[in-house]
């Protein structure tokens, strides 16, 4: 479509019934992936470590390949996840985030899909607006939810100013002209030739294809000065001017409106359940806001209660909070502290309260900070930009000292406070590692950037141990209402010889000791625990809540990484002071919860 005229909303709507929204997005499973190097639709074979292992590293032309096409497209398509939906409905994921889809320059390598060229398309590499619809159709009938990334903030690289590299200076640059199908800027910026520029060429819907789009001011250089950030261009995209003025006085650019109604169009063509709004933190929180009521307005007369719209915050949690509540938002994704924390945490490298922190205790049904945090925020490790990891990219198993702890890693973002993430390839320990975004977006499908070095091989091993694993701790998750919304408590634990009871702490190189912690919820207490010793079982006192349990009580066990543990029970003991405390053992590198009885 060259204009959003072209397209009538409540003729779409007429007659059509809609997938509601959950009754809980904070009890959900999100999975995110990269369309293009996820599935395609051709099959490979599945990976064989011992066989298959940096095949593509045999030559240096072979080596070369390898890396030049981590650059490039891979091949995955809309097609190629709905054919992948039983895999990740075993997985347990009810909510499948998908990087976008809208169509990209046909002279650029955007295989990420975060430069759009034309809002009202779909990139080619990826399929057909109907494939988008029957993706979507296809997961409801699944129980999975879908959340396609959007972006406001930007288009793609589709003018050239007459200075190539300007920097922002606060002032607007001349524009030397808009780019046509082939890259080149020969478009007059002025008055651009609609009819022999479609549909390669400049930027589209036609309503957004001029100058007064864009706010013009060059690239940042400044990542935190304010409003640098906000009004310059995000490297190479350009930015868009959405409009001006104060979050509760704000005037949005046609731009804005113009875009709002494109991606209602998609919502509405394809059933869309939520957004992930892209580059937050670079947009005026008046825009946040507008699109925010608008789209939610608009859900809202499609019988959509709660249309999920996360935004991608940089920037620091207080600041992403501030913003959230000001614009409207859902959720915002915990890729500040959360991230380095329940990574760096798990592997042992950094004290248990770093993390849990995040998450103060008060009561479950207070709107306190700390319930903010718990319902509020995604939270994962690994995913495709890692920006607290600027200079060198790496997915959690490529440090190979602590990569056995990846499912520790899991256990730990499945059942303590926020929203779980599982990014793609995790549940198959990806591993890649470099100077280049690239490294940590491998291919699972096969193709010529395999994970692990690798072409032509595919990932989707359902007898993975690592995805055995994700899959039993997603169904305990669903199936106990206090590993979702419990209350969570880190616990002081002692080793058993002695009744000193202190945090897990961190020596000169890592944490050797069990960080435990609590989940309860009315009235009822699980104890969750994690051994970071690689080779030793470890056993240590664990302080419970006194005011629910008393010495005698007992706790069983309802999951174990060593299987011969299920089922046993132990008893509560008195430490004395009024505190109580359970003696748990857990296996090197290991996991366990306690179930009161």
């Given amino acids: ?90 997985l347990g994921v009810s909510v499948l985030w998908i990087s976008p889809t809208l169509k990209q320059p046909i002279y650029s390598e955007n295989y990420h899909g975060y430069g759009t060229q034309n809002f009202l398309e779909i990139e080619p590499h ?43 200076t606060g002032e607007e ?13 020969v478009i007059d910026p002025e008055n651009p030739d609609y009819s022999n520029t479609w549909p390669e060429g400049g930027v589209w819907p036609q309503e957004i294809f001029n100058l007064a789009t864009f706010s013009k001011k060059g690239y940042i250089r400044d990542w935190d000065s304010d409003p640098e950030f906000r009004e310059g261009d995000f490297f190479s995209l350009k930015n868009i001017d959405t409009g001006s003025g104060e979050v509760d006085d704000y005037k949005p650019s046609e731009a804005l409106k113009v875009l709002t109604e494109c991606y209602k169009y998609w919502i509405a063509y394809a059933d869309l359940d939520g957004f992930r709004l892209d580059t937050v933190k670079h947009l005026d929180p008046g825009a946040v806001r507008f699109f925010v009521t608008e789209i939610k307005e608009f859900t809202q007369t499609l019988g959509k209660k709660d249309f999920y719209i996360v935004g991608e915050i940089t920037g620091g949690m207080e600041f992403a909070k501030s913003i959230c509540e000001n614009t409207g938002l859902n959720a915002a994704l915990g890729i500040n502290k959360i991230p380095e924390n329940l990574e760096n945490v798990a592997k042992g490298y950094y004290a248990a309260e770093n993390y849990f922190s995040i998450f103060t205790n008060s009561q479950v049904l207070s709107e306190g900070e700390n319930q903010w945090y718990h319902k509020r925020v995604i939270t994962m490790f690994d995913d495709h930009d890692m920006v607290y990891k600027p200079q060198h990219k790496e997915r959690f198993t490529a440090d190979k000292k602590t990569a056995p702890l990846l499912k520790n890693a899991v256990f730990l973002n499945f059942f303590t406070a926020g929203i779980p993430c599982i990014y793609y390839g995790t549940e198959q320990g990806f591993d890649g590692s470099g100077d280049h975004d690239k490294y940590v977006r491998e291919s699972m499908f096969g ?98 809540d006194s005011e629910i349990h008393l010495p005698g009580e007992k706790f069983s066990c309802i999951y174990s990484s060593d299987q011969k543990n299920i089922g046993k029970e132990i008893e509560i003991k008195e430490a004395g002071e009024g505190r109580n405390y359970l003696e748990i053992e857990i296996p090197a590198k290991g996991r366990a919860i306690y179930k009161s009885l």
């Fill in 1 to 90: 479509m060259k204009s959003f005229e072209e397209f009538n909303l409540k003729k779409i709507i007429k007659k059509r019934k809609y997938q509601k929204s959950p009754e809980a997005w904070d009890e959900q499973i999100f999975y995110f992936l990269l369309i293009d190097r996820f599935a395609s639709e051709k099959d490979y074979p599945l990976y064989n470590e011992k066989k298959d292992y940096e095949n593509a590293l045999k030559t240096e032309a072979a080596k070369q390949k390898w890396l030049d096409s981590g650059e490039s497209w891979n091949g995955g398509t809309l097609k190629g996840i709905i054919n992948k939906l039983d895999y990740l409905k075993e």
């Fill in 126 to 168: 990826f399929g057909s607006k109907d494939d988008l619809k029957n993706l979507v159709d296809e997961a409801h009938k699944k129980g999975i939810y879908i959340i396609l990334d959007v972006i406001i903030n930007h288009t793609a690289d589709v003018f050239l100013y007459d200075d190539e590299d300007p920097f922002y």
């Fill in 173 to 185: 640059y001349p524009v030397k002209a808009f780019r046509d199908k082939d890259g080149k800027a």
């Fill in 447 to 544: 193709g010529d950037f395999g994970a692990f070095r690798t072409r032509n091989k595919s990932f989707f091993d359902r007898n993975n141990p690592l995805y055995k694993e994700i899959k039993k701790l997603a169904e305990l998750r669903n199936k106990y209402i206090n590993l979702r919304l419990g209350r969570q408590y880190l616990r002081e634990i002692s080793e058993i010889e002695n009744s000193d009871f202190n945090l897990p702490q961190v020596d000169e190189k890592r944490c050797t000791e069990i960080i435990a912690w609590s989940r309860i919820f009315s009235q009822e207490e699980f104890i969750l625990a994690v051994n970071c010793e690689l080779e030793i079982a470890q056993k240590s006192k664990v302080l419970i």
